[in-house]
């Protein structure tokens, strides 16, 4: 039933083989929503976070009601009100280099980096790399106010993005050359003053069109790549 619709866009071998297929997420709400609704038969979610009231305004998970839960348990309990075949292993885990040996990479068929941390970022990058797993990482959605200027690119082949500009100079340190993401050409606005900021360096906001569709974005690019392997 959960893939009735996809079986009209898709082969039934293809839909076969999103059911066989391991996908890994940092964080992305939108994003395992899409993923699993399209058939991916199991997902591994990594998220340490609980919900914030500052979440309600972007992340379909968060209500008046969820605030204070953990969102990787969330996310599970939602994917299996929709598609009760999908195998959901969620991990209230903050990836890092300390909590690498609770994953086997290699053992995906695909990795998603929707992680805050540019260490983080770096690190999963390198592991992927060097175990040879597909990974697609979304760069900067913050500050942003047009959703309809995100794509995919080699990292090499991004530009105006802060994020990203960062991201190629340090991949290129830990010797990896590749690596497929979704970022914005557009140049992030100066959000207004905020009291609470520590010394001059202010967290990003968000506005709640913006970041899902980077998650579509970065969805339906990895659905495509595991039925055409």
């Known amino acids: 039933m959960q893939t009735e619709n996809v079986d009209r866009r898709a082969s ?3 839909i076969a083989r999103l059911s066989r297929c ?3 997420f940092g964080r992305s709400r939108r994003l395992r929503r899409r993923s699993f609704g399209a058939g991916v038969g199991t997902l591994t979610v990594v998220d340490d976070d609980v919900v914030a009231p500052s979440n309600v305004n972007r992340q379909i998970l968060a209500t008046s009601l969820t605030l204070g839960k953990p969102k990787a348990q969330l996310a599970a309990e939602r994917i299996a009100e929709i598609n009760p075949d999908c195998v959901v292993y969620p991990k209230f885990v ?3 280099s300390q909590t690498t040996n609770e994953f086997d990479f290699a053992a995906f068929d695909y ?3 929707a992680i805050d941390s540019v260490t983080s970022k770096l690190l999963l990058a390198k592991i992927c790399s060097d175990c040879g797993t597909p990974i697609i990482s979304s760069m900067g959605t913050g500050n942003k106010l047009h959703p309809e200027l995100f794509k995919i690119a080699d990292i090499s082949q991004t530009s105006v993005c802060p994020l990203a500009k960062v991201m190629r100079k340090e991949l290129k340190k830990i ?3 590749h690596l497929k993401v979704v970022y914005s050409e557009e140049v992030p ?3 207004a003053p905020c009291e609470n900021a520590v010394g001059k360096r202010q967290t990003p906001s968000s506005i709640s069109f913006v970041p899902p569709v980077a998650g579509f974005i970065a ?3 990895v659905v495509r790549d595991l039925i055409e392997r």
Do not use: C
């Open 189 to 191: 606005h100066k959000p």
């Open 175 to 177: 010797g990896v050359e």
């Open 219 to 221: 969805a339906g690019q």
């Open 111 to 113: 990795v998603v980096d």
């Open 94 to 96: 903050r990836f890092d």
């Open 12 to 14: 039934h071998g293809q």
């Open 22 to 24: 391991r996908v890994r």
